[in-house]
């Protein structure tokens, strides 16, 4: 989804897209259940990058992921953009992750946007849910209702995402102490496909103020 990014955004961003373990020219590496780890991980991998400001966007799971890497970094993040998740406060883990393979299946097909073909092919479904129950057991677990100390934060969500209610987006108030903007823009729990112009045109309004 990000790849194409660069293309379309102005030269002074440059997109990074990051390829978790377990997808892709990944795919033989295990995925990683802690955040603490990936965290860890990610920051080795971007070791080159970081003389200069950094811009943190994420989706879904990688809105904690982003949220989580901000307060690694600190005061080099120039902006985090977390979009579809509700804010990771709260003491106790959500469940998802020990849902059986059928109730998976299900949260997968109410989600929308996975190929059919996941379903009928019995080693790529179980290739699938293995690695969502991962994705699950790492985003259920992280919890951290430390406010970023003034980074921009933006949150993003689909009018129609049905685990993530424009109203769920408002717990992220206050996990900041710099600027705070949510934006609900059309479509579902994937609007960043459907809404791909509008969240372009978004990036830039908000971080043009701050180009080079």
């Known amino acids: 989804m990000y790849r194409s990014w660069g293309a379309e955004l102005p030269d002074w961003l440059d997109v990074c897209p990051v390829q978790l373990p377990g997808r892709s020219n990944r795919l033989d590496e295990p995925p990683v259940t802690d955040m603490q780890e990936l965290v860890y991980l990610f920051l080795q991998a971007v070791d080159g990058l970081l003389d200069r400001p950094i811009v943190?966007?994420?989706?879904?799971m990688g809105a904690a992921i982003a949220f989580a890497v901000a307060h690694r970094l600190g005061a080099q993040v120039a902006h985090v953009f977390a979009a579809g998740?509700?804010?990771?406060?709260?003491?106790?883990?959500?469940?998802?992750?020990r849902l059986d393979d059928a109730?998976?299946?299900r949260y997968l097909i109410r989600l929308g946007a996975t190929p059919p073909i996941v379903?009928?092919?019995?080693?790529?479904?179980?290739?699938?849910?293995a690695l969502?129950?991962?994705?699950?057991?790492?985003?259920?677990?992280?919890?951290d209702d430390r406010p970023l100390t003034a980074t921009p934060l933006t949150v993003l969500?689909?009018?129609?995402?049905?685990?993530?209610?424009?109203?769920?987006?408002?717990?992220?108030?206050?996990l900041t102490g710099g600027r705070f903007c949510r934006v609900v823009l059309p479509g579902d729990h994937f609007f960043l496909a459907?809404?791909?112009?509008?969240?372009?045109?978004?990036?830039?309004?908000s971080l043009e103020a701050t180009a080079p």
């Not at 459907?194 to 372009?200: G, H, I």
């Open 56 to 60: 943190l966007f994420g989706h879904s």
């Open 85 to 97: 998740r509700s804010a990771p406060r709260g003491p106790h883990p959500g469940d998802l992750h």
């Open 103 to 105: 109730a998976l299946e």
């Open 119 to 129: 379903f009928t092919d019995p080693e790529l479904r179980a290739h699938v849910l």
């Open 132 to 143: 969502l129950r991962a994705d699950l057991t790492l985003n259920d677990s992280y919890s």
């Open 157 to 174: 969500g689909g009018s129609d995402d049905p685990e993530v209610s424009p109203d769920a987006l408002e717990g992220w108030r206050g």
């Open 194 to 205: 459907t809404s791909r112009q509008a969240v372009l045109r978004l990036l830039v309004r």
